[in-house]
Antibody, heavy 117, light 108 residues
Framework: QLQLQESGPGLVKPSETLSLTCTVS??????????WGWIRQPPGKGLEWIGS???????YYNPSLKSRVTISVDTSKNQFSLKLSSVTAADTAVYYC?????????WGQGTLVTVSS | DIQMTQSPSSLSASVGDRVTITCRAS??????LNWYQQKPGKAPKLLIY???SLQSGVPSRFSGSGSGTDFTLTISSLQPEDFATYYC??????????FGQGTRLEIK
């Protein structure tokens, strides 16, 4: 059974860079059929797609966040990572990592990241 | 971006009721439409993919229909565990993938 697990700091200061890692177990991140992505959900609000990456390193970012987002993959560790720079309070959210084909069929449990000084 | 609009935003219903949630896309997305259920404090769960295909393990009381711009999620007979928030999501355009704003289904 595929499992995804987010890890990283739960508190980030304004203007700094948010960094999260997703570890995939029970399957290979190098599967040719899927992308791996990040989705976030501000408290009490809806879902926002941040971006996704293919195992080869090809990336697709939400244009609304593109200037601040970097997603990378480490196939040797079966992990992919998110960096979001210059964060503000508006970036406070639960961040999910996920597997995407034509649908998002596997999700991590989510991790709350709070932006505050 | 392709905008996804769900209606209603919230809904009160009783156990045993038949419930329909609607999702409209701002342009045609063929059948590239998925439905998710989210319970408080949990990650979303895929219910329906490709507009009408039931994800493995999802009860058959859930069904989806539609194509082009208009889609529906129907729960034929509400069960206590179905009270949650439901989201539609289009995967026709991946730049970016977009979700509806959610429909909160509450107990009447």
């Amino acid at each position: 059974q595929l499992q995804l697990q987010e890890s990283g700091p739960g508190l980030v200061k304004p203007s700094e860079t948010l960094s999260l890692t997703c570890t995939v177990s029970g399957g290979s991140i190098s599967s040719s059929s899927y992308y791996w992505g990040w989705i976030r959900q501000p408290p009490g609000k809806g879902l926002e797609w941040i971006g996704s990456i293919y195992y080869s390193g090809s990336t697709y970012y939400n244009p609304s966040l593109k200037s601040r987002v970097t997603i990378s993959v480490d196939t040797s560790k079966n992990q992919f990572s998110l960096k979001l720079s210059s964060v503000t309070a508006a970036d406070t959210a639960v961040y999910y990592c996920a597997r995407r084909g034509d649908s998002v069929d596997y999700w991590g449990q989510g991790t709350l990241v709070t932006v505050s000084s | 971006d392709i905008q996804m609009t769900q209606s209603p935003s919230s809904l009160s219903a009783s156990v045993g009721d038949r419930v329909t949630i609607t999702c409209r896309a701002s342009q045609s997305i063929s059948s590239y439409l998925n439905w998710y259920q989210q319970k408080p404090g949990k990650a979303p769960k895929l219910l329906i993919y490709a507009a009408s295909s039931l994800q493995s393990g999802v009860p058959s009381r859930f069904s989806g229909s539609g194509s082009g711009t208009d889609f529906t999620l129907t729960i034929s007979s509400l069960q206590p565990e179905d009270f949650a928030t439901y989201y539609c999501q289009q995967s026709y355009s991946t730049l970016p993938i977009t979700f509806g704003q959610g429909t909160r289904l509450e107990i009447k």
